[in-house]
């Protein structure tokens, strides 16, 4: 069988230098907001091209981090309005519902999966605060669209990157095209961790100074809030892990790119319909390729029959989730079918071309 990914062969690949991380923190006697979360941070900063990198405990954090430290600078509160794609990730939206502002779901690009800003505009109100364009699978969103939109309307542009680490667009990268970003490390993502991690970037040094506060308990200085913070700190040791594996995330980046192209060049069969591959192929990091098929039980069940694991990201979309059962009688049809048909194929940098020839044959052979 042909796992659908393989974590522990992604982080064998590094396990030298990684054993030598945890072993140094371990030693060091110093486990939270030390010298392996500030060397991180430096790190993560300059790969992104940003000023300031806040490393917290998780991905879902960082976006309620920076939506609540815009709203201790007075430039947003409760009631507010975001706009978020409707076919993304639930954290995208769990993020604005829990700082208490109110996600406004736009319908997607039905060939990118990405919001589509085509259909921005309809959805903005006097209570719009910011767009959070979620660069879903990898690829990024049409920012200069959505920028232009922002700056119109005086938007907050809130990146949820977790999936596109490393994504290239008008030679910036994927966290420095917005006001400010949220990432994921968490273990599956493209620079994982080894167990929950996340991270804040920007480039405004107020937001930037509030989120060190808000993520401490609201302190900058032990026993001094200034804020009603919460307990979300990216600890020593994941700190340490994340400089290395982030050492090596271009080069397991392009491995992704290279697999995806030939996906896209071998895969024959009229039944799938194949991710539309951007013509910058910078623009997408593949942390996912999710194909459409209109009979996907089937499918899926064949391709583990011929030794192919395949996952769905996500089989029910966020308006049809008991969570917001508000939205439940809804209709988001481009949403819908997408969650209805989309399947994720195996694509990570430890693939070997015979795996990767394996899968394609297989995707044909789909009848």
């Known amino acids: 069988m042909i796992n659908f990914l393989d ?33 991180f941070e430096k790190e993560f900063a300059s790969y992104c091209q940003t000023d300031y990198c806040i490393g917290v405990a998780n991905g879902l954090d960082a976006l309620i981090l920076i939506i609540e430290g815009y709203k201790q600078l007075g430039l947003m509160q ?11 990730y639930i954290a ?8 208490n502002l109110v996600p406004v779901l736009v319908e997607p690009d039905e060939n990118t999966f990405l919001l589509d800003p085509l259909k921005i505009e309809d959805k903005i109100t006097a209570k719009t605060k910011a767009i959070l364009p979620v660069h879903l699978y990898g690829r990024l969103c049409d920012m200069n669209s959505i920028s232009a939109i922002a700056a119109k309307h005086k938007l907050k542009i809130i990146e949820d990157s977790a999936q596109s680490h490393g994504a290239i667009q008008y030679n910036k990268r994927s966290g420095n ?20 991690a996340g991270a804040i970037t920007t480039n405004d040094k107020e937001l930037a100074e509030t989120i060190k506060a808000l993520r401490n308990y609201g302190s900058h200085k032990k026993y001094e ?17 994340l400089t290395v ?30 991710p539309l591959l951007p013509s910058n192929r910078l623009e997408h990091a593949w942390h996912l390729y999710v194909i459409q098929v209109s009979d996907r039980e089937t499918v899926q069940q064949f391709l583990a029959d011929n030794g192919v694991q395949t996952l769905i990201h996500y089989p029910i979309p966020p308006h049809k989730q008991q969570a917001y059962k508000e939205w439940n009688n809804f209709s988001y049809p481009i949403s819908e079918k997408m969650h209805n048909d989309v399947l994720s194929l195996p694509i990570s940098p430890v693939m070997t071309n015979e795996e990767v020839t394996k899968v394609i044959e297989a995707v044909n052979f789909i009848s």
């Open 78 to 88: 409760d009631g507010d309005e975001i706009i978020v794609p409707s076919n993304t």
């Open 245 to 274: 594996k982030l050492k090596y995330l271009d080069e397991e980046t392009e491995v992704r790119r290279k697999i995806a192209e030939r996906y896209d060049l071998e895969i024959k069969n009229t039944k799938v319909k194949l």
């Open 7 to 39: 974590l522990k062969k992604i982080n064998l690949q590094h396990a030298s230098e990684l054993n030598e991380a945890s072993e140094r923190v371990i030693s060091s006697g110093w486990y939270i907001m030390g010298q392996e979360l500030t060397v």
């Open 177 to 196: 095209l917005g006001d400010a970003s949220g990432f994921s490390f968490y273990p599956g993502k493209n620079l994982g961790a080894i167990g929950d």
């Open 92 to 99: 995208s939206i769990l993020a604005i519902s829990k700082a």
């Open 225 to 241: 809030n200034l804020y009603r913070g919460i307990n979300s700190r990216l600890d020593e040791l994941q700190a340490a892990l």
